[in-house]
């Protein structure tokens, strides 16, 4: 790349105070030249020097780069929402979600497969999968507004549809009785306290019951919805302490069952996804 060549970004900030709460989003434009569309780029070397030069723009002044910025920055805003809405809930156990968002099974402290796996679980709660309203945001040209869902061939493909896809619930379904009675077995083998005193906690827990009648959409049960965005809901966390497992082995049991869960997740529809998305490119 040039070492004198100008590269301009434009990034802004989108803040709300919500019961005193407040909730930042942001986003930022990548261009020298507004025509050429361009919002990511990258560097494929450092320079030896470079001069940065910071130029505030007034808010709502016109210019079309900022309010670009702006644009990307309300919408990073409205994807916090629903975990807002957990959290006051208190559907997420935060302590599990931070456990589960560092978690590493690998044998190495660093190698792809854990960056692989990490990148899943924060795009996921982030709201940031490469689904085709972000492709078509960044690459207008290759996609040429192409936004049909891959997997129903019938709705605009969002972060938000992907949950919410008719398919993707079928294809949830089996995914979720099987790892039931992984859940249950791991549970009851791990217990010595009565199988009465905590039943209720495994057989009418949110996360699994609804295989037995599916509903429309997977956001009418927060919980699933909850923990398909890679945060840990306390309905998962709280069958080990009314069983009276240990932390300490509730901790190694749930994130190694959360890793295999997520995997069958992975592999059978964001994986079957991104072959119908190569699909796609090559024709």
């Known amino acids: 790349m040039d070492r004198l060549f100008l590269q301009g970004f434009y990034t802004d900030g989108s803040l709300s105070r919500d019961d005193d709460i407040p909730i930042m989003g942001f986003g930022w434009i990548f261009t020298s030249d507004l025509s050429m569309n361009i919002k990511y780029s990258g560097m494929g070397q450092l320079n030896e020097s470079r001069i940065v030069s910071l130029i505030k723009v007034k808010a709502h002044s016109d210019n079309p780069l900022n309010d670009a910025a702006d644009i990307l920055a309300k919408e990073a805003h409205q994807n916090l929402q629903k975990v807002k809405h957990y959290a006051l809930n208190n559907i997420i156990d935060w302590e599990y979600s931070q456990l589960w968002f560092k978690y590493n099974s690998f044998s190495k402290p660093t ?14 709660s982030s709201h940031n999968l490469p689904t085709l309203d ?7 040209e290759l996609l040429q507004n192409y936004e049909t869902c891959f997997l129903c061939s019938t709705h605009k493909e969002t972060n938000e549809h992907l949950w919410n896809c008719p398919q993707v619930l079928i294809l949830l379904t ?6 039931y009675n992984k859940f249950k077995t791991l549970i009851t083998s791990e217990s010595n306290s009565l199988y009465a005193l905590y039943s209720d906690s495994i057989t009418r827990n949110p996360i699994f019951k609804w295989v037995k009648k599916p509903p429309q959409q997977i956001i009418n049960i927060p919980e699933l919805h909850c923990l398909l965005m890679n945060f840990i809901p306390t309905s998962l966390t709280y069958p080990f302490k009314v069983a009276k497992i240990s932390k300490k082995s509730t901790k190694k049991l749930l994130l190694k069952f959360l890793f295999d869960l997520y995997k069958d997740i992975y592999e059978k529809i964001w994986k079957q996804r991104a072959i119908a998305w190569r699909q796609f490119k090559k024709s």
């Open 111 to 124: 190698s792809k497969q854990y960056t692989k796996h990490i990148s899943w679980r924060v795009k996921c």
């Open 134 to 140: 972000i492709l078509n945001r960044n690459y207008p």
């Open 174 to 179: 089996p995914i979720f009785e099987e790892h």
